[in-house]
């Protein structure tokens, strides 16, 4: 993907101020040197925010204080585009941009939002050419998606703590999210797995699922035809049984299938042409009506029948009670007849016969027993007029019973003759039910064996199936593709090796390699052991390593036919393992310090100068079809005399302006 950076812009908060542009050359070495704190680091983060990044890296404090949007002015391969994003303020980041693309664009002095994140990578997804597939063809995908322009980052930026790390690569890839992306996309990025074979593996997986489909209905469907002609014998003894097939002829162990289907097929027109029994509407609803109400019936006599009993059942106890005690009346009665002659003799007299005492109230006690006496006789003649009486409701209650006994035994007739009925009717329902469902088994099986044995079209498309699966196979040989992978490993190996050895760097002779694997490079000594950066000691070579795997990689991907990675480089302080920051000062001599000797000193300046002839001599490979951006502490003696330098600024004090300019800051 051809892109280079034109200009990287801030639009101040102040709007009275005019925007800070820093201009770049595309094809050459873009270097701004300065001292700490003029915002030289930050122009990585703001790249990567403007390119699509999901979180603003760029750091806290006066720059975020002061501008209001960060943007880019790009030139691709047949137009220019000018990409900004709104300061996320206190949030992580924002989805605000502003994009514009044309010919020879000018920088607005005022932007606002106009589009989406989400179509700005869109946007350079379809520059890029990037498939629109997923690497993986199973449901879950997991960290195989679809390659996107984000990923591509991963070899455009060398922020300072990548630099010179013997763990880490490649941008990002400190994260496990990018670090696994990355080692699913670097065959596609490499060139050994194309968009096209992408599609093929697509392909393939929906093939092999359609294959495997239309096999499983194929064997269902001769599975079927040999369990449906297991059963034809059997409808055919059915077919008989329930009087549909009684002229047919009984089968021998001389008939094959097809005699036993064509008898078959006679039964369905057979029941069409049959006399079966004409049962009216509403018959079966109509018993089961009169049914209900003779069971209703017949429970509201059986309840009167039993309060009846209990009624005849207790008036019998109660005449035999009635005699018993008329007896014993009787007998009271005989011993009270001496109160009569006493009341005759005694009448009014107030003496006591016994002792002769006087009583002024009169014989109370022989008052009592008068009393007593009368309510005797009277209780007596009550009890003998009742059996009469008794006798009369029994004889009533005997006859009611009676009648309740008719009546039941009539409802139950009824019901009985009902119960039968609908029985006759239910089993006359059955047996037509059953006709039925049998002629609807039969002619599915009629169309089940049809089916089933038809299945020559169903074959040809599973043959077909099975010559393209046999045919992607074929074209996605993994040996194949294994093969063009270890070449652009070793083609990209070799050009490490090269630049190694420009650089002048430990172990170069050892066979360097870039491990894709592990996103690392590994070293193979005469020992037979395998080393990994990280084991190599010294910043140097780490720092070196770095720019060593990022040249070849990018001179690669140059010359693929199609290349997704944009086309520039951003290294911030390469030479940080050799000086630290607060040791250079823009003056072309020797520093003066405590604890480095001119000579070392020398050597280090030589170690960095090494590093900017490797990047020109990168960019004289690749025809100047690449640009670089160096962020430096250095100053101009460490790339003095270096084709391709392109100085955009010089940001120290009584130099140039810093990130953020002077009139910012008031």
């Not at 239309?214 to 014998?233: C, F, I, M, P, T």
Request: a negative charge; one cysteine or more; charged letters at 25%.
């Amino acid at each position: 993907m051809i892109l280079s950076i034109l200009k990287i812009i801030l639009w101040p908060k102040n709007t009275e101020n005019s925007p800070r542009i820093v201009e770049f050359v595309p094809g050459k070495i873009n270097i701004i040197t300065g001292e700490s704190g003029s915002g030289k680091s930050t122009l990585t983060w703001i790249m990567d925010y403007c390119l699509g990044s999901d979180k603003c890296s760029i750091p806290v404090g006066l720059i975020r204080e002061k501008a209001g949007w960060f943007g880019l002015h790009l030139k691709l391969e047949n137009t220019e585009m000018i990409v900004a994003r709104r300061n996320p303020e206190e949030q992580q980041t924002t989805t605000d941009i502003f994009w514009v693309e044309g010919l020879e664009l000018k920088v607005p002095p005022i932007i606002t939002k106009n589009a989406r994140v989400e179509d700005l990578k869109n946007r350079f997804n379809q520059i890029t050419n990037l498939p629109s597939l997923d690497f993986s063809t199973e449901d879950v995908v997991g960290y195989a998606t679809r390659p996107s322009f984000r990923d591509m980052a991963a070899f455009n930026f060398q922020p300072q703590h990548i630099v010179a790390n013997p763990y880490t690569c490649f941008f990002k890839a400190d994260t496990t999210e990018h670090r696994e992306k990355l080692r699913i996309i670097f065959p596609f990025v490499l060139g050994a797995l194309e968009a096209s074979v992408l599609a093929k593996q697509r392909e393939l997986k929906d093939t092999e699922r359609e294959h495997e489909r239309l096999k499983r209905e194929l064997d269902g469907r001769l599975s079927a035809a040999r369990a449906w002609e297991a059963e034809v014998e059997s409808y055919y003894m059915q077919a008989k049984a329930l009087g549909l097939l009684s002229e047919g002829p009984i089968p021998d162990k001389s008939w094959e299938l097809e005699k036993y289907l064509l008898e078959l097929q006679k039964v369905p027109d057979f029941v069409k042409t049959m006399d079966l029994p004409d049962i009216q509407e509403g018959t079966s609803e109509k018993a089961a009506v009169d049914l209900t109400r003779l069971v209703n019936d017949e429970d509201k006599l059986g309840q009167e029948i039993g309060s009846l009993r209990r009624r005849l059942s207790n008036l019998d106890q109660l005449s035999s009670t009635m005699g018993s005690y008329g007896v014993t009346l009787v007998t009271q009665e005989d011993r009270l007849q001496g109160v009569g002659w006493l009341e005759n003799k005694l009448g009014n007299d107030r003496k006591c016969p016994v002792c002769l005492a006087e009583h002024q109230q009169g014989n109370i006690h022989l008052s009592e027993l008068v009393g007593l006496a009368r309510e005797l006789k009277s209780l007596s003649v009550a009890v003998q007029q009742a059996p009469p009486k008794l006798d009369q409701e029994l004889a009533e209650l005997r006859s009611e019973l009676r009648e309740r006994e008719i009546n039941i035994s009539k409802v139950r007739h009824k019901r009985k003759y009902l119960e039968d009925h609908s029985n006759a009717l239910a089993s006359q329902r059955q047996k037509i039910r059953q006709i039925y469902l049998f002629v609807g088994r039969v002619e599915q099986a009629l169309e089940n064996v049809k089916t089933s044995r038809n299945v020559g079209d169903l074959r040809d498309r599973v043959k077909i199936l099975s010559e393209r699966i046999i045919a992607l196979r074929r074209e996605l040989d993994p040996r194949g593709q294994k093969d063009r992978l270890d070449a652009a490993v070793g083609s990209v190996s070799s050009r490490i090796s090269f630049y190694a050895n420009l650089l002048k760097l430990e172990h170069a002779t050892e066979n360097v390699k870039i491990n894709i694997r592990e996103l690392t490079l590994q070293f193979s000594p005469l020992s037979g052991r395998t080393d990994y950066l990280w084991e190599v000691g010294s910043g140097q070579n780490w720092v070196g390593y770095h720019v060593a795997c990022l040249l070849a990689l990018h001179e690669h991907f140059i010359g693929l036919r199609e290349n997704p990675v944009p086309t520039f480089l951003v290294l911030d302080q390469p030479s940080q393992v050799y000086f630290p920051a607060e040791s250079w000062r823009e003056i072309d001599e020797v520093p003066d310090t405590h604890d480095r000797t001119p000579a070392r000193i020398s050597s280090d300046i030589d170690g960095v100068h090494r590093i900017f002839l490797a990047l020109s001599q990168f960019l004289e490979s690749v025809k100047e079809k690449f640009q670089i951006i160096v962020t430096e502490h250095a100053g101009s003696i460490t790339w003095k005399n270096v084709p391709n330098v392109n100085l955009v600024g010089n940001w120290r004090s009584g130099q140039d302006d810093f990130l953020i300019p002077d009139a910012w800051r008031r």
